[in-house]
């Protein structure tokens, strides 16, 4: 097995024709470069240089070799290249759960900024409830998630808080409380509602329950919903009214009245999290660009 560093220093020879100079730029004394390229020539079993008695030419066995000699580096250059982009978290894939309330702005704004500074990760989508996020990261079925809190059970899961946002009354524009600027939770007790089913999502049903119960009503619910899309689809078509994240119901303009909730029970928070166990360099770089997005978000929300 030939080193580099031997590959290297026969470049140097035969690129200038010259022990002297070769050595020069190789930073080392003649004899030892000499005598090194010698055992080459023994290991390999072929004369590379003309000598005579100093170097006139390449042999043909010479010039096929510092071809293939200068591939050899290249190759190596990039190899540790893309090991180092690969530790770097530039190069490589990475699978990212994700619940769908964030589609409305987050998670395609995470997207564009990622890619465009990481074009060399591919990024392996997968919308799922918290709990299906949970069981994807402990069997090693996704590397991070972005989910709805609280978490029931996670247990070896870390939770890193990500966006915090309130929950507001949501109805059909024709509903008779839409004309009003804001609403009471009690004021909603008698309505049909939407709400998101209790094993796709444990903690944010727990947390609507527990606000009705504050408000003094068990909400009566006649659709259960998965995502955050079958809840405004429902509302928007007249099935009941929901409680839903003020980003995310703000940006279905034309198919959902959104209200402030007041009073007892309120407010109701919805937050964010990242989830994940063990973070490969492709994760740990994706985390930490969801984190300055998401700090550049707040600053623009309260510059505006």
Known sequence: MIDLRLIR???AVAETLNFRKAALRLNMSQPPLSLAIRRLEETLGVELIHRNPCITKLTAAGE???VESRRTLEQAEHACEAARRSAAGAVGSVRLGFVDSTLSSFLPALLRSFQSTNPGVDIQLMEATPPEQIEGL????????I??????????IRLEPLIEDQMVAVLPESHHLAKLGSLSLTELADEPWVLFAQHHSPGMHSRIVQACAEAGFIPHVVQHSRQMQTTGGLVAGEIGVALMPRLYAQSQPGRLVCREITGPGTPVPYSLSLAYRELSPCAQALRAMALLLNQELRKSVVIA
């Not at 402990?138 to 998630?145: A, C, K, P, S």
């Not at 989910?147 to 070896?156: K, W």
């Open 9 to 11: 220093q026969y470049v």
């Open 64 to 66: 096929v070799f510092l």
């Open 138 to 145: 402990r069997n090693d079925q996704l590397d991070i998630g």
């Open 147 to 156: 989910l709805a809190l609280p978490v029931m059970d996670a247990g070896n």
